[in-house]
């Protein structure tokens, strides 16, 4: 990597984000200078993870990459939640079946033997996608079942302190006891939401907005001995417990979809400041919704994409990450067809540059020598500001659609320098390339995962097709090849006429 990239340690560059709990842009400042403490609430694995669940992901994705090329240290962790998320987790106390539970029953058409088997395996599916998506790995990816212990110590000592009360059904945190709730979301009491005690189930509640801590069920599928009897912990204490252990009982950022700021996050700040007497997260960093064709993304609604189900169809890994991060984290961004195509191109040209680069490189088209020094140019100096430009537009608040603006600045500018250039030039633009791979990930993969296409799906058929068609058309049989086209486009591929022929792609 050219040092010319790098940031030390004693020039620690600012990241400024987004804070819900402030309302403000603020600059992030670490409670131990130089290293930044982060938390990304993951996924409830019942299910495989759709790209909604990954634009959150990689919103602190893109976090974790700039404050390491800024110089600072970073503690990520990002978890797990495979028991205790309930169906009905939009108000304070959520009702409902658990989430894990219910997907058992019908769980994408995959037989499992139990609800162990079937976390394991969408657990293994989303760290497939996540690594796909090009995605930074967590230090610790703790998970809630294996972290039980330290949620009932923290609900012990919230009994004790006089926080959380016990009745026959459970056990629940008194919202009442913390004047603050509502700080994040703006929910504060007498207006949370209408309608919430018709879910409630537990007649010895002292509050309708009281949530749960540990539910009691002795039948549940995922169930343990505490000292309140057999049962299982609430969605909210799992992430206070995981992140107090590994991150300790304050840290910087913690991040997620706008969807789990209440209650999610609302209560995950009740009940770890009411423990701790300490200010829990310093900046909170919340994702918008994603919608697909205008509409909130919904399997009603025949708009529900997982992130296997694109790339199943043969799309580049960093074409979905781009279009899936192209539009600033705290808009809603609207996934369609048109715009997935549009990411597609854009990650051909940076590919094809890339590709272009080495292969000069490799088959040496300069005479210069690569161990002489390459002096900076104008050629080089424009190519370095490329790369200024962008980190310093994600510095700011993740500005994703100017920052990517410059990368593509920097494809351009190679492209059009490419044939006059020096090869030691060319490897200080593969220097650019790391640089800008480093940054924002979309230059080429750090795993080697691919998905394997329909075994229904036939090459052979889709190129006599398209011959097939351009017969029809040098016959002027028009009629005949928009059929072809239409058919052809109905299996799932998409045909381009080129200047120098027909081209084709699986879409």
């Excluded at 990304?40 to 893109?62: M, Q």
């Excluded at 703790?142 to 000592?157: F, K, Y």
């Excluded at 909210?236 to 996050?265: Q, T, V, W």
């Excluded at 190519?383 to 100017?402: A, G, M, P, V």
Aim: aromatic fraction near 10%; charge should be negative.
């Amino acid at each position: 990597m050219n040092h010319s990239y790098k940031t030390t340690n004693r020039h620690l560059r600012d990241i400024k984000l987004f804070n819900s709990l402030t309302g403000l842009v603020e600059i992030v400042k670490p409670k131990t200078p130089g290293v930044i403490k982060f938390y990304a609430c993951g996924p409830t694995v019942y299910s495989y993870a759709h790209i909604g669940n990954f634009r959150s992901f990689l919103t602190a994705d893109l976090i974790v990459r700039i404050a390491k090329v800024s110089g600072y240290s970073v503690t990520f962790v990002s978890n797990i939640t495979d028991v205790g998320h309930l169906s009905v987790d939009d108000v304070a106390d959520a009702g409902g079946q658990d989430k894990m539970v219910r997907a058992l029953k019908g769980s994408d058409g995959n037989i499992f033997r139990n609800v162990w088997d079937l976390a394991r395996y969408y657990t293994s599916c989303m760290e497939e996608d996540w690594k796909s998506l090009n995605l930074s790995q967590p230090d610790v990816r703790p998970r809630a079942t294996e972290h039980i212990t330290e949620q009932l110590e923290l609900i012990e000592s919230l009994c004790r302190q006089g926080f959380a009360y016990e009745t026959s059904m459970g056990v629940y945190f008194e919202i009442s006891k913390f004047p603050q709730y509502g700080a994040l979301s703006g929910n504060i009491l007498d207006q949370v939401r209408e309608g919430t005690r018709d879910i409630v189930s537990d007649p010895e509640k002292r509050s309708v907005h009281d949530f749960a801590l540990w539910k009691k069920d002795k039948a549940h599928l995922m169930r343990w001995h505490s000292p309140y009897g057999w049962g299982f912990p609430g969605w909210h204490i799992e992430c206070s417990a995981m992140a107090m252990k590994y991150l300790g009982a304050s840290f910087d950022i913690h991040s997620g979809g706008e969807d789990n700021r209440f209650p999610h996050h609302e209560c995950e700040i009740a009940q770890s400041e009411a423990l701790t007497g300490m200010q829990y997260v310093s900046t909170w960093v919340h994702t918008a919704h994603l919608l697909v064709e205008g509409r909130r993304m919904a399997k009603s609604s025949g708009n529900f994409f997982t992130v296997r189900e694109i790339l199943g169809r043969g799309i580049d890994p960093l074409a979905l990450r781009y279009a899936l991060t192209c539009s600033h984290y705290r808009d809603n961004i609207n996934f369609t067809e048109a715009s997935l195509e549009a990411a597609i191109r854009v990650q051909e040209r940076i590919r094809d540059c890339y590709n272009a680069v080495k292969k000069r490189l490799d088959n040496n088209l300069s005479v210069e020598s690569t161990r002489e020094p390459v002096k900076h140019n104008k050629f080089l100096d424009e190519l370095l500001k490329t790369y200024d430009k962008c980190l310093t537009d994600l510095l700011d608040d993740l500005n994703t659609s100017s920052a990517y603006s410059h990368l593509i600045a920097g494809i351009r500018l190679i492209n059009s320098n490419i044939k006059s250039i020096s090869q030691g030039e060319l490897k200080k633009c593969l220097d650019w390339f790391d640089s800008m791979n480093e940054l924002t990930g979309l230059v080429f993969s750090t795993y080697d995962i691919r998905y394997s296409e329909s075994d229904s799906f036939d090459e052979a058929w889709v190129r006599e097709q398209v011959e097939a068609r351009n017969e029809a058309r040098s016959q002027r049989d028009f009629k005949l090849a928009d059929k072809i086209r239409d058919t052809l486009l109905a299996s799932g591929v998409k045909l381009f006429d080129e200047p120098n022929g027909t081209e084709w792609r699986r879409i």
